[in-house]
């Protein structure tokens, strides 16, 4: 659906620019949430290489750009399928999400004391970490080509995401590892949470390329499947 979409609007500039400027914001939060994760995950001090929050402050300019320019096509259209100007209106929401969560993060690594390392949940948060990262570059890919397929893989693994961070923060509040000192327990919990979100998010996006507009955000349904 995506990609007709772009191919029915590819002569209107408004909605091109647009949509490139969407475009240039993933890729923006994508280079933000490695850093953010280097930043916590990697360093002692929370030393950053990049200024994450003037690129959330670009980031931030983007989507009023966007925004801008979707109404400004409207306005001077009067387009009878305005699809693909609500979809872009909304995957901009999303990007901007991630690029807030991801400044969270930044937070976090400036806050805590040394490099976070999460004991007993290691190899389980690693996994979260490496799974989100792999799905936010299949959909810089996908939005990029206007790929429905590959944005149909990204949405695959949110479920078991979701349910991983649920899980480790459950496990903190029950208390199942004393061994974790609070500041350990307290940024592992936060972390888990912003993870869960940016994943929620990463699928909102994908979903946006597959879906009508009115199941963004929601698992794409089979033919004939009823709610």
Do not use: W
Request: aromatic share 8%; proline share 2%.
């Amino acid at each position: 659906m995506f990609k007709a979409l772009i191919e029915m609007f590819r002569k209107e500039d408004l909605l091109q620019q647009a949509f490139h400027d969407s475009h240039k914001m993933l890729k923006t939060c994508k280079q933000m949430f490695d850093a953010a994760l280097i930043s916590l995950r990697k360093s002692d001090n929370g030393e950053m290489k990049m200024d994450v929050f003037a690129m959330d402050e670009e980031i931030n300019q983007y989507q009023r750009t966007v925004r801008g320019k979707v109404l400004a096509y409207l306005a001077v259209t009067a387009s009878k399928d305005p699809v693909f100007s609500l979809v872009l209106v909304s995957v901009v929401i999303d990007i901007e999400r991630i690029g807030d969560y991801t400044k969270n993060i930044i937070e976090l690594a400036q806050e805590h004391p040394k490099k976070l390392h999460a004991g007993p949940l290691e190899s389980t948060i690693v996994q979260v970490e490496n799974n989100i990262s792999e799905r936010f570059e299949r959909l810089v890919e996908a939005f990029e080509k206007s790929d429905d397929d590959i944005a149909r893989t990204v949405m695959q693994l949110h479920r078991v995401i979701t349910q991983t961070c649920d899980g480790i923060l459950i496990t903190l509040i029950r208390d199942e590892h004393p061994e974790y000192v609070t500041t350990d327990a307290v940024t592992i919990a936060l972390y888990s949470r912003y993870l869960k979100r940016i994943s929620s998010h990463i699928t909102n996006i994908a979903s946006g390329m597959v879906n009508p507009f009115d199941r963004i955000g929601f698992r794409e349904k089979n033919n004939g499947e009823i709610d």
